[in-house]
């Protein structure tokens, strides 16, 4: 295939090549005038004996043509001196031959060897040095000033120089117009050899498009041929498809059924008075179960994702709720290891932005399991900043940070494929499918991020992902974040071994105004205390080498015992009764940004130790049903589901209703009056979107329906909203989850004074 060059710049490109070269030649070919100007001076100098005028007006004029030249290279201007220059030489050679009227052709003679630059413009210079010389000149010679040689004529008078000048200027005018016609020619060349090639190459397009026709008629036969074969591909890949969504909804209703069950029913079990074997049996139960639906979670996920299923919301959601919800599910496990967590939050962070809440939080929570899992002893820290803003959009950096036993550089290529891990030996000590990273990179492209990975062998690893999304809409801020400001300048003393925490606690106190001193050890926070004891809180850890909180606590309570002290704690063995009067809180990390901020206040405001902090709360509140009335019917077919279901219920104080099918349901609601109906999908008879669509149709006072799902495929949650529904809650059923929704519409539901 011949290249075809494009013609735009063809015109420009053929000018500056040819100026070039024509004042190349113009040049060569002056320097040879130029000596032989300067040899005819030294000729005439031998008739009236004037060498050395001939000798110094040359030498000047040849210092300042080569002169300009040399230092203006890239510069026209010693062109115009050269035409000065020639001037001078005519004014001399009449001088020399004592005004010999031969001499005045040396002036057409100059005026004539610059048309070769083929710029009129030259002739000025010329004309004007000529002009001035000759009325000057004729008018001296004429006066009677001795050593003034013009003519030889005995008489000059006005009329003959008026003549004289003018057909001077006729020669210079008439060269001038040859030097511009001469560069209309040029001009003329380039554009004749352009438009030449223009037909030439207009010739090969023409030449490459009969070509190219031909393939593209060969092409389009095979492209008919491919396309039928497509098509039938096509239908038999959605066909295969629609099996495998068909199947993915299957298994996975049958699969999260019984796990219901199980999880739901361990979970009430831990309610319940248990030896400490038994709690041991209960939690692996629960631990076993949790493990298994994070399986199926992925499985699914990937599964939507391959197919292009996955799609993400946008609603407002606070960042470090986000992070600290994420914390607290390996709050146990990091305390069992004996590890640091924590976070850290940049203040140009925005409070909130408009994105899918459920999958950031799947991320942060497979890469933060990631490092817990891999990490034995020092910290896993997550760091979030901010990046640059595109519009409207702005870029979140998530950074998860441990000290674990890091990736070799060789094996890092194998931790984004799906079913991988990094080696055998991994997969057996930690378990695990290695689906993790792989859905994580996948849901932060379509979040329109990135995610990589730097590591050292041996001193941990560090996992980072962007997500690009809107701010959110600003929200009011707590009257506990404004109060925190009438106490600026109070002094906080923070003790912790690791270093880590304690620059993020320092970071945080800093952003609240106060003043933080710090410590890396009891000893070390007891002689500080001894020098200046002027602190107005002191926050330590827990578990330290040498002297634990506990013991430091004390030693400080017996000297100052007017100074509040907050516990950081992961451990437990700090609640145990004899230790509850020491502290006026016990926060357990992760720490929580807020509860660390009401601790606070409540120490400055009143430094008193507030019993109700101190104790363990169950999960389920004893009157949680007396604070969030409702009345609630539950129409679901698994029986044992109905169990789990009605106990979870029954421990929040209420006492529902039991509906097999959506048949009984629609029966039930239009014989009673509820307030909120859990309303299973997938049920005999009629199923909850049926019961749910007649429901809506019936002229009664409408209850809160929230779904009941063991589907986890795309679409669900919206199928369910769109049928009249008014909340989603997925299988296996968590009491957190469930006292959330219960809590929520107990609220809207009092507000428009549908509950007694």
């Not at 952003?511 to 330590?540: M, Q």
């Not at 909203?721 to 957190?736: F, N, Q, V, W």
Request: with cysteine; charged share 20%.
């Amino acid at each position: 295939m011949t290249p075809i060059i494009p013609l735009h710049n063809d015109s420009s490109a053929y000018d500056v090549a040819l100026w070039k070269a024509i004042r190349k030649n113009a040049d060569r070919t002056m320097d040879y005038f130029l000596a032989a100007y300067f040899i005819v001076s030294l000729v005439l100098a031998y008739f009236y004996d004037t060498w050395f005028i001939a000798l110094s007006v040359s030498s000047i004029c040849l210092l300042a043509y080569y002169s300009t030249k040399i230092l203006l290279p890239g510069s026209d201007l010693y062109q115009y001196v050269l035409s000065v220059i020639l001037g001078l030489f005519v004014a001399l050679f009449i001088y020399q031959m004592h005004g010999l009227f031969e001499m005045h052709f040396f002036a057409f003679i100059g005026g004539a060897i610059l048309i070769i630059y083929r710029n009129w413009k030259l002739q000025l210079p010329i004309l004007i040095v000529v002009g001035i010389h000759h009325a000057l000149f004729s008018y001296l010679q004429n006066t009677g000033v001795k050593g003034v040689y013009f003519t030889q004529l005995d008489y000059f008078d006005l009329q003959t120089l008026i003549i004289h000048l003018l057909l001077t200027t006729v020669i210079y005018f008439v060269s001038g117009l040859w030097a511009h016609k001469l560069k209309d020619a040029s001009n003329w060349q380039i554009k004749q050899a352009i438009a030449m090639k223009e037909l030439q190459q207009e010739a090969a397009l023409s030449l490459e498009r009969k070509r190219n026709q031909e393939m593209l008629e060969e092409l389009n036969e095979e492209l008919l041929t491919s396309n039928a074969q497509l098509d039938l591909s096509r239908i038999e890949a959605e066909k295969a498809n629609r099996a495998k969504s068909v199947f993915l909804a299957t298994m996975s209703h049958e699969i999260r059924t019984p796990m219901n069950g199980i999880i739901g029913m361990s979970s009430l079990l831990t309610e319940t008075s248990l030896t400490d074997q038994q709690r041991m049996y209960t939690d692996t139960i629960t631990n076993c179960g949790d493990n298994l639906l994070n399986v199926i979670n992925n499985i699914l996920d990937f599964s939507k994702i391959e197919a292009g299923g996955m799609e993400l919301e946008a609603v407002d959601f606070n960042i470090r709720q986000c992070i600290e919800e994420v914390l607290d599910i390996f709050s146990t496990r990091i305390a069992d290891i004996g590890i640091e967590i924590a976070y850290l939050l940049n203040e140009d962070v925005p409070a909130s932005i408009k994105g899918d809440k459920i999958r950031v939080q799947q991320v942060l929570t497979n890469l933060v399991g990631n490092a817990v899992k891999f990490t034995q002893k020092g910290e896993v820290i997550v760091k979030v900043s901010r990046g640059k803003l595109n519009g409207d959009d702005v870029e979140i950096k998530f950074e998860v940070c441990d000290t674990g036993i890091g990736i070799p550089p060789e094996k890092r290529e194998r931790l984004f494929k799906a079913f991988s891990q990094v080696d055998s030996s991994t997969t057996r000590k930690y378990g695990g499918t290695g689906l993790g990273l792989v859905i994580s990179e996948k849901l932060v492209n379509l979040m329109s991020g990135q995610i990589t990975v730097t590591s050292e062998v041996g001193k941990g690893s560090t996992f980072a992902f962007s997500v690009v999304a809107p701010i959110g809409e600003a929200v009011a801020q707590p009257w506990f974040e404004k109060d925190i400001l009438a106490y600026a300048g109070k002094r906080v003393l923070i003790i912790d071994d690791n270093l880590t925490n304690r620059n993020i606690l320092m970071y945080q106190m800093n952003a609240w105004r106060l003043v933080p001193a710090t410590a890396a050890s009891g000893p070390e926070a007891i002689n500080i205390l001894a020098k200046n004891a002027d602190f107005d809180l002191i926050i330590t850890d827990y578990q330290m080498p040498d002297m634990d909180g506990v013991e430091l606590t004390r030693l400080i309570k017996a000297s100052h015992s007017e100074i509040p002290v907050i516990l950081l704690s992961s451990v437990g063995e700090e609640r145990r009764a004899e230790n509850l009067n020491l502290f006026d809180h016990i926060l357990t990390k992760p720490i929580k940004h807020q509860t660390l901020l009401k601790y606070i206040l409540s120490c400055f405001k009143a430094p008193k130790r507030r019993e109700s902090t101190l104790r363990p709360v169950s999960k389920i509140p004893e009157n949680f049903a007396s604070l969030y009335p409702l009345r609630i019917l539950v129409a679901e077919d698994n029986k044992i589901n109905q169990k789990v279901i009605s106990h979870m219920l029954a421990k929040l104080g209420y006492d529902a209703s039991i509906a097999g099918d959506g048949v009984v349901a629609v029966a039930s609601v239009m014989a009673d009056d509820f307030n909120l109906i859990l309303m299973d999908i997938q049920m005999p008879n009629m199923d909850g979107l049926e019961a749910t669509t007649i429901i809506r149709a019936s002229d009664i006072k409408q209850p809160v329906i929230i779904a009941l799902t063991a589907n986890a495929l795309s679409g669900d949650r919206d199928e369910c909203i769109e049928k009249g529904m008014d909340d989603y809650l997925s299988k296996p059923l968590r009491t957190e989850d469930l006292l959330e929704k219960l809590s929520y519409w107990s609220n809207r539901l009092l507000e428009k004074g549908d509950v007694a």
